[in-house]
């Protein structure tokens, strides 16, 4: 067995310790004050020095005796807004959730941090590990850039790690080129004249024109994409209206659009202002679009993505990677950092009803259960990758 998967085995106990605590304060968005202590507490008793970056992000660095590149290692830590259903002892009580598996990602990280640690020797260069808040919300990785987490010491290549429930225990997939859909969430703000529901002719009602809106959102995905691009566009929110005999004066809907395309999804964001906008004047009232966070497709640089799972194939075996070509519509904010410098984004399988009943629900759903047995591979596959590669990669330009 690989050296590093027998260390990061031998710390099982101490993973499982770290995400159940994490699993039992989650804390969603931008602040995470509670989550950031106990990384960086955690980052200290490994005898790293860490810093704190915007509002709750985190940055420690691990070199060895040789200089060399640098290696970006990177976790999320938000939570989400979900009443957790599951029937785990260690199951969140604040009305917040990891529902995605974010406190999965930061254990694995942290458990990589302290595999590092015993094989700082190995390390030719320097590996950066990077706790990031509002994963969720799209904001994390963006404001982490601009705050600098590629510089000091200057980034050569990035990695990060998702949790996939509904793929078997510890396979691992990855795709080639762009393989994760671009996002942009917004906000249409319907506003008309309120009145008495027995004399609509006296008012403009808002949810007629948001009705009409929404309707042709979904022809616009049938009638100006092409069938061979992929697209989306959802309405997740549509709130209008407190009495049944009142005409409201404002609607509100909220949504995402998702494409594997930014041309395309610059394209539809644009297409979907002049529909509510015209829409609304029609029926004369007033509408605006309100674009509140976005992230672009994510693209692997294929290079990085071979030879990241060739080292990945050491250590769990090469039928449990699998390469593909193509992606699915869901997002990540990852996607930011694979335009900055090479990158490369895996999912590590957390288990299928075949093998446990609890397992294989859907991410973000209020019963998801992961399978914690993961987080020893996760956090392997991270410290062997980084050193890996800074080993392969010190004398290339």
Known sequence: MNKIMSQAKLIYDDLITIRRTIHSNPEVGAKLPKTKAYVID??????????????????ATISGKNPGKTFLLRADMDALPVVEATECDFKSTNGSMHACGHDMHTAMLLGAAKLLRENQDDIEGT?????????????????????????????????????????PSNMVLCGLGTSIAGCNRF??????????????????????????????????????????????????????????????????????????????GEFIFNRINDI??????????????????????????????????????????????????????????????????????????????????????????EKVVFNEEILATGSAIHAYSAIMWLKNNKDKN
């Open 127 to 167: 590996v950066k590990l990077v706790f990031q808040p509002d994963e969720e919300g799209f904001t994390g990785a963006k404001k982490m850039l601009a705050a600098g987490v590629l510089e000091n010491p200057h980034v050569d290549a990035a990695m990060a790690m998702h949790v996939h429930s509904g793929t």
């Open 187 to 264: 906000r249409i703000v319907v506003k008309g004249t309120g009145c008495h529901g027995a004399m609509p002719e006296l008012g403009v009602d808002p949810i007629n024109i948001a009705a009409h809106i929404y309707i042709s959102l979904q022809e616009l995905i049938a009638r100006e994409i092409p069938a061979t691009k992929a697209a989306v566009v959802t309405i997740g929110k549509f709130v209008g209206g407190e009495a049944p005999n009142i005409i409201p004066r404002e609607v509100i809907m909220e949504g995402t659009i998702r494409s594997l395309d930014k041309e395309i």
């Open 42 to 59: 955690k980052l200290k008793e490994f005898g790293y020095e860490p810093q704190e970056i915007c509002e709750s992000g985190v940055v």
């Open 276 to 365: 509510t906008v015209n829409t609304a004047k029609m029926f004369r009232g007033e509408a605006e679009l309100i674009e509140l966070s976005s992230v672009p497709p994510l693209t692997n640089n294929t290079d990085l993505a071979k030879e990241i799972t060739s080292y990945v194939k050491d250590l769990i075996g090469e039928n449990l990677v699998n390469l593909f070509e193509g992606g699915g519509m869901g997002s990540e904010d990852f996607a930011s950092y694979s335009y900055e410098v090479p990158s490369v984004y895996m999912m590590l399988g957390a288990g299928t009803k075949q093998e446990n009943l609890l397992y294989g629900e859907p991410m973000h759903n």
